[in-house]
């Protein structure tokens, strides 16, 4: 078996399942809290591609147009943004588990999949709400050099 169909068994399978019986509050937690780690590497991850994009932006529009767009004044207050925004996605990290035993608590056998489905779309927004200053600077960028 490859390292790339591995990865993709792994992420398939243990990332996003869920056996029935895991609907107890603690299996619930657990379920979600097991999860934390790999959401925290794919969202670090995609923050340090946002990052060095950023800051790609930056030297260049200092350079063509002598000023860095995207860096804050002083660049000190990056550093703050970026603990900031890794403790906010923890925070609604945990927001889902707490979602999904409501859900479970009010709903109770409808919920179904609720937490699997939830945590999906929970990852893939802080992916994409992650790459959004990224992708603003960098359009930024681009428009800048247009209207040159």
């Not at 792994?10 to 780690?37: D, H, N, P, V």
């Not at 995207?70 to 923890?90: E, H, M, S, T």
């Not at 409808?110 to 994409?128: M, T």
Request: proline share 4%; hydrophobic share 55%; glycine share 8%.
């Amino acid at each position: 078996m490859s390292a790339l169909a591995f990865v993709q068994r792994m992420l398939t399978w243990r990332l996003f399942a869920r056996r029935e019986e895991e609907s107890g509050i603690f299996s619930i937690i657990k379920w979600w809290e097991l999860r934390r780690l790999p959401f925290n590497l794919a969202v670090g991850a995609t923050g340090f591609v946002t990052v060095i994009v950023t800051l790609a932006v930056a030297v260049i529009t200092s350079e063509k147009f002598d000023e860095p767009l995207g860096l804050p004044d002083p660049p000190i207050i990056a550093l703050f943004a970026v603990i900031g925004y890794g403790i906010g996605a923890n925070v609604c990290f945990t927001v889902g588990w707490v979602a999904e035993i409501l859900v479970k608590t009010i709903w109770r056998e409808r919920a179904g999949a609720f937490g699997q489905i939830h945590f999906v779309f929970g990852l893939v927004f802080s992916i994409l709400l992650t790459l959004t200053p990224a992708v603003l600077f960098t359009g930024l960028l681009f428009l800048r050099v247009l209207r040159r």
